[in-house]
């Protein structure tokens, strides 16, 4: 409101100043016209005076004229009364004429005339000026006018502030009132979890000692049996020969069972036998792990990715956390792969990371896909990634030198969730959302095989089997 007033007094200003010499120049003819009148009047009066005593002098002569008639009629009354008489009036009208040229020149007289002219020329002017104050008078009602339409709309503007500042505070509020709720619920979550992860670990461990266990109960299964077995024959009271014989064949079946057992547990083309149990359980991530992965050059390193957006490497001979890499923001990683001393990860902010694993250093950030990146792996000899995406692309980096370059790009109308490659000589593999399995050729850059609905579900892990093949 002020500033508003101020601008009318600007411009109110503004506006004035061209009349200000009009405004002192009409005052100063007012003031010359009433002087002027006031002059006019004092000799207007001066002539009433004037004239007045005239008219007294000339009674005071005809009294004297006619006390003197008399003194002449008594003696000589008929001469002496015409002369006195025709003097007497002789000096009234002398005195007429001479009052009358008086005032003639009084009135006619050249600063009379001048002052009638300025007076005429003033109030010429006075019009003239009362006709522009008349229109400084409407040009100020306008401004008026216009300063009351702008007072209201002034308060109309403040009268909308404050329903926008009632309106912003109300925001404000249900704001931090989403916020402490929010906080409340993410808290709340956050204690499910680590519940539901603990209550996990906790049926894991009830699960394992329940292997344990069965494991056990097994042994001792197997023990009875041997045990009843030799029993039996103890009854008919052998000889010791055969006895010994017998004892033999019970050892010799009792090896032959651990021996079968063993040989049950053996996988793979060499030989090797599956744990009975975990030799570490770890607790790594604060939410679910996606992807875990060995060191392709080194045994004893593992890397894994979750879902709180961080990769974590764990020595496997000790279970302890070597290294913790973080990407991403908050959203979850959905893959990684590690081998020759490089860390690389994906997930769904749409980029791939790869990291040096010594000097935990970020050296590069790949981005090109237009979704969530579902896959990525590593090719031999580290110079080259493929990565997978929800964009219905696969794609080949190279990442040899200080900038990569994107080489190949592959599409298929599903999804690849995993991908693996042996050597750089042989194609890509790929298992898709559709529940088949492709080949790609990284040379060319064609799709050389196609097993589709391999899985009635989709593939969610493929891999290069080794050999000469």
């Excluded at 200003?13 to 003819?29: K, Q, V």
């Excluded at 404050?162 to 204690?191: C, H, M, P, W, Y």
């Excluded at 875990?292 to 890397?303: H, I, P, Q």
């Excluded at 493929?386 to 190949?408: L, P």
């Amino acid at each position: 409101m002020e500033d508003v007033y101020n601008l009318i007094q600007e411009r109110n200003s503004y506006e004035t100043i061209p009349f200000l010499p009009i405004h002192a120049s009409n005052f100063f003819l007012s003031n010359l016209a009433d002087a002027l009148q006031t002059r006019c009047e004092s000799l207007e009066k001066q002539y009433y005076l004037e004239q007045q005593q005239l008219l007294v002098e000339a009674h005071q002569i005809e009294e004297a004229a006619q006390d003197h008639g008399t003194n002449t009629n008594d003696n000589d009354p008929s001469t002496a009364s015409s002369s006195e008489n025709t003097r007497l009036r002789v000096e009234v009208a002398q005195l007429h004429s001479g009052l009358k040229e008086k005032i003639k020149k009084e009135l006619h007289s050249t600063a009379a005339m001048e002052a009638r002219q300025a007076l005429d020329s003033l109030q010429e002017e006075k019009l003239a000026q009362e006709i522009t104050i008349s229109s400084l008078k409407m040009e100020l009602e306008r401004s008026n006018e216009i300063t009351t339409h702008l007072q209201t709309e002034l308060e109309n503007a403040k009268s909308l502030t404050r329903l926008s500042e009632k309106q912003f505070d109300g925001l404000k509020d249900a704001i931090r009132q989403l916020q402490v709720e929010n906080e409340e619920k993410t808290t709340l979550n956050e204690r499910l979890v680590e519940n539901a992860v603990a209550e996990k670990e906790k049926m894991a461990e009830q699960f394992n000692s329940m292997n344990d266990m069965v494991e056990k109960l097994q042994k001792e299964i197997s023990m009875l049996r041997s045990y009843n077995k030799k029993s039996e024959k103890g009854w008919f009271r052998l000889p010791n020969s055969q006895k010994e014989s017998k004892s033999t064949t019970a050892a010799k079946g009792t090896s032959a069972d651990d021996t079968a057992a063993a040989q049950a547990r053996k996988w793979g083309a060499f030989g090797a036998v599956l744990p009975s149990k975990p030799l570490y359980t770890i607790k790594a991530h604060r939410e679910d792990a996606s992807c875990v992965m060995y060191d392709g050059t080194n045994l004893n390193l593992v890397a894994t990715s979750s879902s709180d957006a961080t990769v974590r490497v764990w020595d496997t001979s000790n279970g302890q956390l070597q290294a913790t890499f973080s990407g991403g923001g908050s959203l979850p990683m959905t893959g990684v792969d590690m081998s020759g001393g490089l860390v690389t990860c994906c997930g769904a902010d749409k980029t791939c990371r790869v990291w040096q694993y010594k000097t935990k250093r970020l050296i590069h950030q790949l981005a090109g896909h237009s979704q969530k990146i579902t896959c990525v792996k590593l090719f031999p000899g580290e110079k080259n990634i493929v990565t997978g995406s929800a964009d219905r692309s696969i794609r080949i980096w190279d990442i040899s030198r200080h900038i990569y370059t994107q080489t190949t790009t592959f599409r298929h109308s599903s999804t690849a969730n995993c991908s693996d490659v042996f050597v750089e000589t042989q194609p890509v593999v790929t298992g898709h959302l559709d529940g088949g399995v492709r080949f790609w050729d990284v040379r060319s850059g064609d799709r050389v095989l196609d097993i589709p609905t391999l899985h009635e579900g989709g593939v969610t892990s493929v891999q290069w089997k080794p050999g000469s093949s």
